[in-house]
Nanobody, 117 residues
């Protein structure tokens, strides 16, 4: 099994910054894509960004230029640096780990990010 534990959410004013972190433990494997999804109130969950084992990154158009995803394979962590936050970034943010071998995915419990105007 794989466990994902997120940290770093909170309340911030528009234009501010937050850094989310996710630590993975368990039977992780070396070939996996780690990323962040978010679910705004009343909306469906959507991709924010992900980074592959080869460090290829993908970002949602809405966060390009503002958010940066990174990973530390030695520590099995993935981070999301969020700058120039907007009220529309308000959501529950979920860490995701997907095996590049099996395709199976795991989810964290979610962390709330609230951006006030």
């Amino acid at each position: 099994q794989v466990q994902l534990v997120e940290s770093g959410g909170g309340l911030v004013q528009a234009g501010g910054s937050l850094r989310l972190s996710c630590a993975a433990s368990g039977s992780i494997g070396s070939r996996n894509t780690m990323g962040w999804y978010r679910q705004p109130p009343g909306k469906q969950r959507e991709l924010v960004a992900h980074i592959s084992s080869g460090r290829i990154t993908v970002y949602a158009d809405s966060v390009k230029g503002r958010f940066t995803i990174s990973r530390d394979n030695a520590k099995n962590t993935v981070n999301l640096q969020m700058n120039s936050l907007k009220p529309e970034d308000t959501a529950v943010y979920y860490c995701n780990l997907r095996s590049e071998v099996s395709g199976f995915a795991y989810w964290g419990q979610g962390t709330q990010v609230t951006v006030s105007s």
